[in-house]
């Protein structure tokens, strides 16, 4: 076990190292990098703690193997305008269908959930009968920071986490904190309740085109609108994930004009197949304006109508009074035990269980 910990510790160590250096233009697009064999005799580390470095450069975009040849740089900083592959519109890229998480349920410790809800019961007693704070539970909201600081490299305060029931009444609540007057941008095609909600709030809606690795770069700075949402891990129905160039495009859009923000929408992502989870814009990003959206309502079940948003700080004041005032939707005794499942460890347990299984 403690092997294992670490090699896992010295194939991140690798990863970073060579993505730092993908990052500085030490390797330029479109070079290729030095041989597994040499990265692993210059750094004294073995072949597979290599490869596996290799493979999680590979899964975020940063670079491309090329068989029987080695490894080559696909990063590259975009001038904002398309590059000749991105000009495929998204009529030539075939829809996909996800299939790796199709059996989740029969791998959930169902079990060990309903022992948390018994044990919630008995140790907390009435307290579950009192009314939720409207931003959510002091401890589930710890709980959530404790862990999107361990697995998705995310380091906020609890204050910044707002429970609701789910994503698409978080959507609301953004909507009536950001403004009506703004135009909202979303994926063509995009999971259809985010355009149905944007619309029902009576929005003007940007649709823009995804390409083979996301938004079109032409579609991107060519149009006009305040409030980019994305879904960047796997977008619902077209399968596309936005490449690492990609998801620094994003935020060089929201850097180039003040009053822009970014909605993340980072459903399902915790299930990537890769050994480390995917970066998320809100880790990437330098300026304080990207809103983070995850629900449970994947990684445990559709019945658990449990979301979470992440606020920039500068936007807390702006939340407190534009949307404040609503009560929690989420029944204290649900965020109980979603808190309990989380800090012992179970959440995550289950988390890794699956990704193990959609890497076999």
Not at 60 to 65: D, K, M, N, T, V
Request: include cysteine; charged fraction near 25%; glycine fraction near 6%.
């Amino acid at each position: 076990m403690e092997n294992n910990k670490k090699t896992e510790k010295a194939y991140i160590q690798l990863y970073k190292k060579l993505r730092d250096g993908i990052l500085k233009g030490v390797y330029p697009y479109g070079s290729k990098l030095p041989s597994k064999r040499l990265i692993s005799e210059e750094l004294s580390v073995s072949i597979i703690t290599v490869e596996h470095a290799m493979s999680i450069l590979s899964e975020e975009g940063y670079i491309s193997p090329v068989e029987r040849s080695g490894y080559y740089v696909a990063y590259r900083e975009n001038d904002g305008f398309a590059s000749v592959s991105e000009k495929e519109i998204f009529r030539h890229v075939k829809p996909q269908h996800n299939s790796l998480s199709a059996d989740v349920s029969s791998l959930f410790p169902f079990s060990v959930f309903a022992k948390t809800m018994r044990r919630v019961l008995t140790e907390y007693g009435e307290e579950i009968l009192i009314k939720s704070p409207n931003s959510g539970c002091d401890m589930l909201r710890s709980a959530i920071s404790d862990y999107l600081a361990r697995s998705r490299n995310m380091n906020v305060s609890d204050n910044q986490i707002i429970i609701g029931s789910g994503a698409e009444y978080l959507y609301g609540l953004l909507i009536q904190m950001l403004g009506r007057d703004k135009v909202y941008g979303i994926e063509k095609p995009s999971y259809e309740k985010i355009e149905q909600v944007y619309r029902a709030n009576d929005v003007d809606l940007c649709l823009l085109s995804l390409g083979k690795d996301g938004i079109l770069s032409s579609e991107l700075f060519n149009a006009s609108f305040d409030i980019l949402h994305i879904t960047p891990y796997r977008s619902y129905p077209s399968g596309v994930t936005a490449s690492a160039s990609k998801r620094r495009e994003y935020i060089k859009w929201s850097a180039a004009e003040k009053g822009r923000y970014i909605i993340e929408d980072d459903f399902e992502s915790e299930f990537t197949p890769s050994s480390k989870p995917e970066e998320t814009v809100f880790s990437l990003a330098s300026k304080d304006n990207v809103i983070y959206i995850n629900t449970f309502s994947k990684t445990i079940a559709p019945s658990m109508r449990t979301g979470y948003m992440v606020l920039p700080e500068k936007l807390l004041p702006v939340y407190e009074k534009q949307a404040g005032f609503y009560s929690c939707s989420v029944p204290t005794f649900d965020q109980y035990v979603l808190a309990e499942f989380i800090s012992g460890g179970d959440f995550e347990r289950h988390i890794n269980r699956v990704r193990r299984h959609n890497r076999r």
